[in-house]
């Protein structure tokens, strides 16, 4: 499927859009990881509309590179994707996040209800949505930096998911027992550790990809969308 157009505050960007086989149904923004709207989240959006949703992947590092496609198989893919990373104004990204839900609530065929999804760095910024935009329901899977926003945790309404690893290399023990004590008894949050897996255990055909904690992870995510969106 081709990539659509978003207009943002600052410029127009591109995105990915996969559109469900009977033409309507709920929306889902698929929030991309450091390696931009590649394969991955390609796959994971075209997933999300055998499901019956339309899934849009806006390209978030539009300001820096856009259309950058990385995968997580070469050193000089790995050095390009932190360096995004280190490049990236969240502040901004946000504003680009709620531009594309408006988007994808717009579509034809779409409901209006819609959810976000984020994966690895958009971990957080689904952690974010959930805090700062009215999405009705919010996944996150191994957000970074999340125990750095516990504070903002008291504006979430919405059904949130979290997905987190216990061998993440990128968020140790201490962050998850801090998001898990922050958290604790959080109405709208449901929280889910996977023993034995590393970071981005989800990304399909990644290094760290774990079939039975991806495949119990997405059926949870499933089951969250289904309930709150249909």
Known sequence: ???????????????????????SGPGILCIQEIFGVNADMREHCDNFAAQ?????????FWRQEPGIQLTDKTEA??????????????????EDLIAAL????????CTGKTGTVGYCLDGLLAYLMACQSDAECNVS????????????????????????????????KEAQAAINNGLAGHSSVTLYSYAGVN?????????????????LAHQRTADAFAAALR
């Open 1 to 23: 499927m081709p990539d659509i157009t978003v207009a943002g505050g600052d410029g127009e960007f591109s995105a990915y859009l996969a559109t469900p086989a009977g033409g």
């Open 199 to 215: 970071h981005a255990f989800t990304r399909n055909d990644g290094i760290h990809y774990d079939a039975d904690a991806a495949t």
């Open 141 to 172: 899977y191994y957000g970074v930096g999340l125990d750095e926003k516990l504070n903002l945790a008291s504006n979430i309404t919405a059904p949130t998911l979290l997905h987190m690893a216990e061998e993440d290399e990128y968020v140790n």
């Open 52 to 60: 019956g949703y339309f899934a849009l992947s806006p390209d978030l």
């Open 102 to 109: 408006s988007h994808l609530r717009g579509i034809e065929g």
């Open 77 to 94: 893919e790995w050095q390009r994707a932190f360096e995004l990373y280190q490049g990236f104004d969240v502040a901004k990204g946000m």
